[in-house]
C-alpha cells in the first residue's frame, strides 16, 4: 500500500521506469483524446437534458444549465426578466417590459415608474443555475414515457429470465448427456448465429403475424429467447462440472430434473450472471425488431418510443434529451457495476 | 433481519412453483427413461429456433418468388423470378437512375461506400487504441472501460445524442464558433452527413473490435518480445516483425466480422439522418429492405424478400470465407 500511494509514481509509470519516451506521450494523448470524444457527446447531452426549452436552443450555448431569473413586477401581470444594466456609468438591476429593436424598455423591479429606454447593447441578462427538472416530469406526467418504460422494463426481465432458463436447459442436455445427433443439434443451434436478423425480418414479421403476436410485447420477447450466444456460452461452462457429482446425485435417485435444478443450475451461476447482463443489454437496447412488431403506442418499448417522439417533437431537445438520458442511465449504472464481466465476457466468447 | 426473512419466504416460494414444474417433467422422466431426458430439455430451445429461426430462412427463399400485396403464402401469385429482375435490371450499373429499381442500387451504392470507409476507419482505429491498450500504461483498465462503454448505448440513444451533438446549435457548431469557422448544418448536407455517419459507426463499435484485438495481443507469448529486446530490435521492427504477423488470425476475424455487420448498418444512421437523409444519401440496403416491406403501406413483400436473399446470400459467403480462415489458423 504504501508505494502505490504515491501518485506521481503511479502516473508516469511505465515499460522502463524512470524513463518517458515520446510514445509513452503519443499514447496517452491518444486515450485521453479517444476518451474525450467518447464523453464529450453523452455529457453535452445530459447537460442539455437539464435545460430549459428556452435555453437549449440559444447560440452559442452555455456549459451548464442556467435560465434566466424572472421576477414579478408590481404592476405587471406576466413576470419579467431581470436584465444587469450600465446606466449613467452605473451598474443596477432592471426588469425588461419590452424590447423594440435595439432599444429596450425598463422598470426597476423595486420601485416600478415609468419604462426608461436602454441600448441593448448595455445589458445583460441575470442568470442563475437552474435544473428544468420539468424535462423529466413532463415525458413522466403528460405523455406516454411511462407507458414506453414499462413495456420495455417488461420485456426486459421477462425475455431474460425466459432466456436464461431455455437456454440453460438447451446446455445442460448438450453438455451433460449423449444421445443420439447431439452434435448435429449443437451445430444446428450454432449455425444460427450466422443468420442476422436483417435477412429474415421480412418472413420472421410474417411468422409473428401468423402466430398472432404482431403489435404484443410477446411479439417481441418469445422470438429472442432461444440464444446460441445463450447455449454455447452455458455450454463451455457446464462442461467444466464434474459428471461424479451428477452420478452421486443419480445414485442418491434425484430426478433429472432435479439434478439440473439443484446441482447444475447453481454451479453455472457465473455464467448465467454473464448471459444475464447481455440479455437485459440486448433487450433494453432492442430496436430494429420491436420497430417491425409494434405499431400502437400503447405497446412501444422506451427504443422505438425515443424514436417515435423524435418525429413529433423535432424542436423540444429538453424533452427529446431527458428522455434519452433516463433510457441510457440505467446502461450507464450497469456499465459502471459490471464492467469487468462485460468486458471478459466479450473477450471470451467474441459475443455482442 | 428482514431481508433475510424475505428471501427464505422467497426461497419457499420458489420452492413450491419448482415442485409444480417438476411433476410433468418427472412423471416424463419414469414413463420414457432417462436416456429421453436430453431431448425435452432441449425441446423449448428447438421449436423456438424452428419457428422463429428456420422457418423464416424456408419463408424467405418461397416469398421472394411471389408478387402481389397479400400476406399469407396462399393470397400470393407465384411470380417466378420477376422479383429478381426488378431488382437487377439496371441500363448501366453505376448509375443508380437508369436501374428499374433505383433506390435498390443507390442503397447498395451508399452501402458499398459507408463499408469501405468505415471498415478501414474501424480497423485502425481499434488496432491503434488495442497496441496501447496493450503497453503497461497507468490506467489501462480505465481507459479500456472507456472506450467499450458507447458499445453498450442503444443505436436510438447513439443517434440522438449524436444529433444534437451536430445540431445547427449544438456543441461542434459552439466549438467552430469559437475557431471563427462559419456554422454548418451537418446533417443537411451530403457530404458531411456521410462523414458523420461513418464517425458514429466508428465511435460506437470501435471499443467491441478493440476488446477482440486485444485479447490476441495479450495472448502473444511474452518470450518473443524478451528475445527481440536481446537483439535489440527497434520497436517498429518488433511490431512488423512479431506483433502483427501473430495478430493477423484476430486481424483477418475482426476484419469480416465488421464487414458482416458494417452490410447490414442500419439503425443508428436511421436516428441520425433521420430515415437515410437528406435526400437518399444515407439511404442503405436494410432500410431498402425495411421500407419496401414495412415503410410505407405498399407492403412488398417480394420485393423486400428478394433484396434479403440477395444480401443473405453476400453474407453468406461473408460467413464462409470466415469459417475457412477460422479452419486454417487452428490448423
Not at chain 1, 414499462?150 to 442436455?173: C, E
Request: glycine residues 6%.
Amino acid at each position: 500500500m504504501a508505494n502505490g500511494l504515491n501518485p506521481i509514481a503511479f502516473l508516469t509509470r511505465t515499460r522502463r521506469p524512470g524513463r518517458i519516451d515520446i510514445t509513452d506521450i503519443l499514447s496517452w494523448v491518444w486515450l485521453i483524446g479517444g476518451t474525450l470524444i467518447v464523453l464529450i457527446p453523452v455529457v453535452w447531452a445530459g447537460l442539455s437534458s437539464l435545460k430549459p426549452a428556452a435555453e437549449i436552443t440559444r447560440f452559442p450555448p452555455s456549459l451548464l444549465p442556467h435560465a434566466a431569473v424572472q421576477k414579478s413586477v408590481p404592476g405587471f401581470e406576466q413576470p419579467l426578466s431581470l436584465w444587469n444594466v450600465t446606466i449613467d456609468g452605473q451598474q443596477k438591476q432592471m426588469a425588461m417590459v419590452r424590447r423594440i429593436g435595439l432599444k429596450a424598455q425598463m422598470v426597476d423591479p423595486d420601485k416600478p415608474g415609468p419604462p426608461i429606454s436602454v441600448d441593448v447593447k448595455e445589458m445583460t441578462q441575470v442568470q442563475r443555475l437552474t435544473v428544468a427538472t420539468e424535462n423529466f416530469t413532463d415525458p413522466l406526467t403528460r405523455f406516454d414515457f411511462l407507458t414506453f418504460l414499462k413495456n420495455s422494463v417488461f420485456v426486459t426481465v421477462v425475455a431474460t429470465l425466459m432466456t436464461l432458463i431455455v437456454n440453460a436447459l438447451a446446455a445442460f442436455a448438450l453438455s451433460k448427456y449423449k444421445f443420439r445427433g447431439e452434435k448435429a443439434i449443437f451445430l444446428l443451434i450454432i449455425s444460427t448465429l450466422m443468420i442476422p436478423l436483417t435477412v429474415i425480418m421480412v418472413p420472421a414479421y410474417l411468422v409473428v403475424v401468423g402466430v398472432g403476436l404482431v403489435d404484443n410485447l410477446w411479439g417481441i420477447i418469445i422470438p429472442t429467447v432461444a440464444s446460441p450466444t445463450g447455449v454455447f456460452l452455458l455450454r463451455q461452462y457446464m462442461l467444466t462440472i464434474p459428471d461424479e457429482l451428477i452420478e452421486a446425485a443419480r445414485v442418491d435417485a434425484a430426478s433429472e430434473f432435479r439434478i439440473f435444478w439443484r446441482i447444475v443450475l447453481p454451479l453455472t451461476a457465473p455464467a448465467l450472471a454473464v448471459l444475464a447482463i447481455f440479455s437485459v443489454l440486448w433487450r433494453w437496447n432492442d430496436f430494429l425488431w420491436p420497430l417491425i412488431v409494434l405499431s400502437s403506442r400503447d405497446h412501444f418499448t422506451l427504443q422505438v418510443g425515443l424514436n417515435s417522439f423524435q418525429g413529433e417533437f423535432s424542436v423540444q431537445w429538453n424533452y427529446i434529451l431527458a428522455m434519452t438520458f433516463l433510457s441510457l442511465a440505467p446502461v450507464t449504472v450497469v456499465f459502471l457495476f459490471l464492467q469487468k464481466y462485460i468486458t471478459t465476457g466479450i473477450a471470451g466468447t467474441g459475443m455482442k | 433481519m428482514a431481508a433475510r426473512s424475505i428471501s427464505s419466504l422467497g426461497d419457499r416460494l420458489l420452492d413450491g412453483v419448482m415442485s409444480i414444474v417438476e411433476a410433468p417433467i418427472n412423471g416424463f422422466e419414469r414413463l420414457m427413461g432417462r436416456k429421453r431426458m436430453p431431448y425435452l430439455f432441449l425441446a423449448p430451445n428447438l421449436v423456438l429456433f424452428g419457428i422463429f429461426t428456420f422457418l423464416p430462412i424456408a419463408i424467405a427463399v418461397g416469398y421472394a418468388f411471389t408478387g402481389g400485396t397479400g400476406l399469407f403464402v396462399t393470397e400470393r401469385p407465384f411470380v417466378g423470378f420477376d422479383n429478381f429482375r426488378q431488382l437487377l435490371s439496371c441500363e448501366n450499373y453505376l448509375e443508380p437512375g437508369s436501374c428499374k429499381e433505383s433506390l435498390f442500387w443507390t442503397a447498395i451504392w451508399n452501402t458499398l461506400w459507408f463499408v469501405s470507409f468505415n471498415v478501414t476507419a474501424t480497423l485502425l482505429v481499434a488496432l491503434t487504441t488495442a497496441l496501447i491498450l496493450n503497453r503497461a500504461i497507468a490506467g489501462r483498465g480505465f481507459f479500456r472501460a472507456m472506450f467499450f462503454y458507447p458499445v453498450l448505448l442503444s443505436p436510438v440513444v447513439i443517434g440522438l445524442i449524436w444529433k444534437w451533438f451536430l445540431d445547427r446549435n449544438g456543441l461542434l457548431n459552439a466549438f467552430l464558433q469559437m475557431l471563427g469557422v462559419p456554422p454548418e448544418i451537418f446533417l443537411l448536407e451530403v457530404g458531411w452527413s456521410r462523414f458523420f455517419v461513418v464517425v458514429v459507426s466508428v465511435w460506437c463499435h470501435m471499443g467491441f473490435y478493440t476488446l477482440i484485438l486485444l485479447a490476441g495481443l495479450q495472448a502473444i507469448p511474452k518470450d518473443l518480445y524478451e528475445a527481440a529486446s536481446i537483439d535489440a530490435a527497434s520497436p517498429r521492427r518488433t511490431l512488423f516483425r512479431i506483433t502483427l504477423p501473430l495478430l493477423a488470425p484476430n486481424l483477418l476475424v475482426v476484419l469480416i466480422l465488421l464487414m458482416i455487420r458494417s452490410v447490414q448498418i442500419f439503425d443508428e444512421a436511421w436516428v441520425l439522418t433521420n430515415g437515410g437523409g437528406p435526400g437518399t444519401a444515407n439511404s442503405f440496403i436494410v432500410q431498402y429492405i425495411y421500407q419496401m416491406a414495412f415503410g410505407s403501406d405498399l407492403r412488398l413483400f417480394g420485393l423486400a424478400s428478394a433484396a434479403s436473399v440477395l444480401m443473405g446470400l453476400v453474407l453468406l459467403c461473408l460467413t464462409l470465407v470466415q469459417l475457412k480462415l477460422g479452419k486454417k489458423m487452428e490448423s
